[in-house]
């Protein structure tokens, strides 16, 4: 096929050899299958930032570290120069975090590369060397289902262990190969000890894992694998071999509304206290004595 624009340094630096078809084309980037030497190969090419419909959510991103302290300020500041850095920081977080991911045991591609916006990295494969379908596009037997299901929590652990959430953790992001499950799709990755909607975006992929195995295991709908692993990561007590029942007590204890309403009423009534000292003092500083 002809070489797409964004390719061709990649061709001419030696990187790839030949590109022989587009496999696919998502909101966030178009994904080639490309030959580099004697190995098939798939190149990941992002988007620029006005073309794609999957937006930077500032939610994604709370709790990524940025070192250089000029390029961060410039971030927050939303300058040209900011905005520049922070698209090569959201297109360079995918990299990262397969690379991350990759060491601590979790089956996502291996990350060859990444140069000028494209990402090259492993094809993962059927038994017949064609690209292996999505997860959405295969039917599962009840036992396929939970055999399937059980390797992506363990996953999800793992991931939890290194540092990240998926964040946007579907059927429509992993992969199924001979082997099984392989996570794909990880620019919004989210930092977990550093994010305040950690939880919450842990619960929703984990979620939608369960409602989606579930068409095929419905015993697995009656699962609260999201709540049981949040609760062990902060106990501290989480690591990558966990042994997971999808079990959790639900905290049945009834609020006690009028002690809720006396802390409320205390706290407002210190916020008067306060109010009322400020405004004796700058009243005091308006009437300076000679």
């Not at 990262?96 to 000028?116: C, I, K, T």
């Not at 059927?171 to 799709?185: R, Y």
Request: negative net charge; contains cysteine.
């Amino acid at each position: 096929m002809k070489i797409p624009k964004r390719l061709q340094p990649l061709v001419d630096d030696g990187l790839i050899d030949e590109v022989l078809v587009q496999l696919m084309s998502g909101k966030e980037a178009q994904v080639y299958v490309v030959r580099c030497g004697d190995d098939i190969r798939c190149a990941k090419v992002f988007k620029e930032a006005k073309q794609r419909s999957f937006k930077q959510a500032v939610q994604y991103q709370e709790g990524r570290k940025e070192r250089n302290s000029r390029r961060s300020r410039a971030m927050a500041k939303k300058t040209r120069y900011g905005q520049k850095e922070q698209e090569k920081a959201w297109l360079n977080s995918e990299v990262d975090a397969l690379y991350r991911l990759a060491a601590a045991g979790v089956r996502v591609p291996e990350p060859f590369g990444f140069v000028d916006g494209v990402l090259l990295m492993e094809l993962i494969t059927d038994g017949d060397d064609y690209a292996a379908p999505r997860l959405d596009d295969v039917i599962l037997t009840p036992e396929q289902a939970r055999v399937y299901h059980a390797k992506v929590m363990q996953d999800v652990v793992r991931m939890l262990c290194a540092g990240l959430i998926h964040g946007d953790l579907s059927e429509f992001n992993v992969l199924v190969d001979p082997s099984g499950p392989v996570i794909i799709d990880l620019p919004q990755a989210v930092d977990a000890a550093g994010n305040n909607a950690a939880q919450e975006m842990l619960e929703r992929d984990v979620d939608n894992m369960r409602a989606y195995f579930g068409r095929f295991a419905p015993e697995l709908l009656d699962t609260y694998y999201g709540k049981e692993i949040w609760k062990l990561y902060e106990s501290g007590e989480l690591h990558p071999e966990s042994h997971l029942t999808g079990e959790f007590d639900h905290d049945t204890h009834t609020a006690d509304v009028d002690e809720l309403l006396a802390v409320i009423d205390d706290a407002l009534e210190e916020e008067a206290e306060r109010a009322a000292r400020m405004q004796d003092d700058d009243d005091d500083d308006s009437h300076p004595s000679y």
